[in-house]
């Protein structure tokens, strides 16, 4: 049974060491699970989609819970769904801190990445207008 | 929470000034609010879509309710929104004095601005084409 | 509040002069009421649609309906509308003498005008029609 | 072809005669016509539905159009059905100046008789909830 | 055209005798503008929804706005209605200080009013399930 | 924002004393948060749904998640939602193993409780139905 | 493949005799065939609706259009259907001559039988509430 | 009243002449009538498409059924229209002898045409697709 | 995940033991695999609706395809489903020989049992019939 | 009546020989049946949708299910169809072990193929990007 999770989380320490720990790690954990998705980062706070099998996403989801590195992990969204959306990607990832402001708008009440603020629906709305504009990047 | 508010309201007094007053008002008190929208104005009528969160958007209703240059203040139209129609304006402008009758014709009785005879969502429509008909001007 | 009606009649006399007559006055005398629409005729019978708001549109139809040169006026249809759909013509016209044949029967049990023997939502495709294929002339 | 007409209508003058010289004509010549309906009166004020075949509802409107005791008789709603919802009257009746405010105020802006401020639809809808609440008084 | 209007308010004072105030000013005002309604209140904070033509509920919700009692006056629905909700209570009243525990908790995150973190539909919602649980009372 | 969240867990062991733990420490834990939901246990094996606030029903899961008695933690639905189903209840509670396996038969494979083959539909339908039928044993 | 077929037709002669005679075989041709229905009479004219297999409603029908008796012989409705309407009757009949004529005038211009002047929805509806009311009478 | 008609049958005998013999007829007694359409032929078996008023239609069906060159003429879907979907043939033609058994074959159990084991919905489908791939051939 | 499968099958032999024979192990053979449903038999066809998980359904439907004493086993209907229709029943049974003809002719061209000739969703129809009509006997 | 049936199986020895005889068979068997279709097959699995009459395409299944070489045949979809989706192929072929891992992914928990994890709705559409992505190779 395929399903997404989206969800937000602010970094602990916002260094840019940490933050490239955090990046890191979710791009290279995914390989055998079949998990793929995408991995927003701006102002300290992560939007993450993840897409694969019911329990391969419960499993990758519980190890973000635990991890120490993030606080507030705050579900956003969950449904099965029979085809995935961000299959091209392992974990691509985007820089919100660097541009895209006007996408950011459209779907936040500042140009600024707060998922905490809005909908599940209108997060998952802003991840697939940032792939649609070619604004993630990463291995497919 | 986004919201979009659509107003219309009639300027008190019709000098050129005073209306140049009232437009270049609403042109700059967004940008710290996050707040976008389209203002058009014509035969002394004002017509004004307001978007960006909730309490921000009813902030600033609040204060074009107590400003005496204004009267007859209309809600139109508002609604809770999952992204914004007008963000690309910071406030976009139109003025329908000098032209677009055979827009304004399509959802009017008259060839003239007159919100006050037909409902929201035809406001709102005509806001759209105007748009679409790349007749709005402003700040991106 | 904008409406569109549209009916038929019978020309009570079908010489060449009356018919110019009754067309002439229905494309004369719309400028000031905000009216927009289209005529068609074809044997000695008229189907006329009138778009504008609801006051203005009755007290031309019944204007016409006292016109002792049209007989069996008969409603077809009649909506309120957020859009004008002939908003281009402050009285479009379309001939239907002498064209038009086969676009005629795509909604007429014969190749001729018809309106009498179909519903309303016929007529009003035969002039969307019509309109979509440039057969209406007329000033803008 | 059935259909349904809905109208409003000012008496030209409101004496307590001429308002009965409309009411008994209105219920008076339907019989042969195969017409049936409700017909509201309240300030001054009629709202009438009339149901039966195409031609022969035009035929009524028209007469009703050309009586000068009425004035700015204003179509509502107009629409082809597939059953009748007043056919239980050759002409029900409602006196809207005794009773029934409370159903008036459900769909009007003030406690009275006004369809010239709402849409057909809500006219339509009054006169639903008139017909349910047994408000409609007549020969069946 | 009729409308209706919610919002939510914080009473400057939340002293028994300024909310008495602000209850009787709400319940007395509207007789002659044909607005009818309900008004929450519990913990400070009032919900009112105001039902009526849209010129007259736009005029009182603009009075609301320029009451100095009120705070963080907050717009939360509004809709072109075809009938009234609320048409039975020239203004319902309901005290969720004392009671309806329950009914709050059904669309509230505690069992409190809190109008301000929920969409507007919600709120619409919580004012339906009072009045079908009786819990409103007033003048009809 | 109101949401509601149900997962799945296995209990690590199943002596009636570590059963007896987990369902003690759901029912405690909610009076502050809001939190109001329903716990169903059957062959070592926890279905539950939690109803609240967006952050308290998150925060809520992630001691659920870190809680070493429970093992294979799988979300099976998560949607943000305008009213609770399950308000009554600080958590409701149902002992499978006892009974209801004609309940249970209708949304699962076997007469046992097992969310992990079907989908989050079904769960929910799973729990609505045995409310219906009175199943769910608490205090309100 | 189950049908339903509706059509109208009018008797050649009109005698008392002649109808008992069409009555009478309509009755009694459909046992063998598995074919039910409705056959309903009056001024001269038949609507009768035929439900069975598509092969034998179709060859019911030919015999009819070939019979010397009627004529005029319209169709009105046909659909591949997945349950009958009428199938608790070998041919159930009503005798419109008679009375409902409370029920004709709601589907009809006037309150006689008169098919050829509506759609076939309208037909069907016809027969419909003269099931509903206990109007046909006939053999089960 | 517009209507299609679309029915199968069989011709008795397949020599060539009697099948040119009964395409002749239908090519050639329409144009008085109003009636376009379709024929299609193939392994001594028919399926034609008529469209115009109800009346004209149901008299040149009755016709065909009495034509002793065809047997087993079953009619497969019949529904009031709107506009015509073969509008632009008098009788338009298409030998399923010849070609076309990828199209068949689409909407068949066989490459053959064989509407006598396929819904109506169906074999309307196989005749706009035919018209869609320029497979009619025909005077329009 | 849960599935409904949907068969019809004729007896090799309609001799009383051999009906018995089958009828008898299609009631045994479930109780281990969690499927319930119904068998309908009548003129020496059978008609069987199957619920339970996807693997256990397709087990048994493989064995009684390769049963000796069935012929022209065909599916009807197969569906993924979300709860079951014929939980209560690890096998109901119908004779439909005996009674029951008004039921089959409302779903059938003939008052027989014919699953061949008529389409999987009118099984099921048929089959939800009897169940609500208590047509269905068997251990619960 | 055309219907659609996909399967999954798993081949009882995956050597290249036997996997070679299953996929020829599947080939060769079906021109005179009139079922066309696809067959997938990677690691050992089959997943093939065939269409074509009801009882071509129950026979067809009948042998695979009897045909020693494959095991756990499991339906996943059966509907029926008023026109085929892979009707150009007499038996078109994929070999998801060469490519085609990102459409796999899409649509599967991990990039291989496994029908047996997942609802039919999906395997079909696999089945569908295959085609719209010109992977089925074969004979028209």
Known sequence: ???RLIYASRAVSVTRDSLFDIIS???NCNPTSGITGVLCH???????????????????????????RHKDVTL??????????????TMGQVDLGK???????RYSEKA????????GTVSLALLEELMDNA??????
Request: charged share 20%; hydrophobic share 45%; aromatic share 8%.
């Open 99 to 105: 541009a895209h402001t006007s996408i950011l708008l």
């Open 1 to 3: 049974m395929l399903v």
């Open 76 to 89: 956003l969204q969950y449904e099965e769904i029979s085809q995935r959306r961000f299959g091209g990607w």
């Open 112 to 119: 600024e990445l707060d998922p905490y603020t809005v909908s």
């Open 135 to 140: 604004a993630i990047i990463g291995r497919v």
């Open 42 to 68: 701006g102002h300290g706070i992560f939007l993450q989609a993840l897409e694969g099998g019911r329990a391969e996403v419960n499993s990758m989801y519980a190890k973000i819970m635990k991890d120490d």
């Open 25 to 27: 790690q979710a791009r």
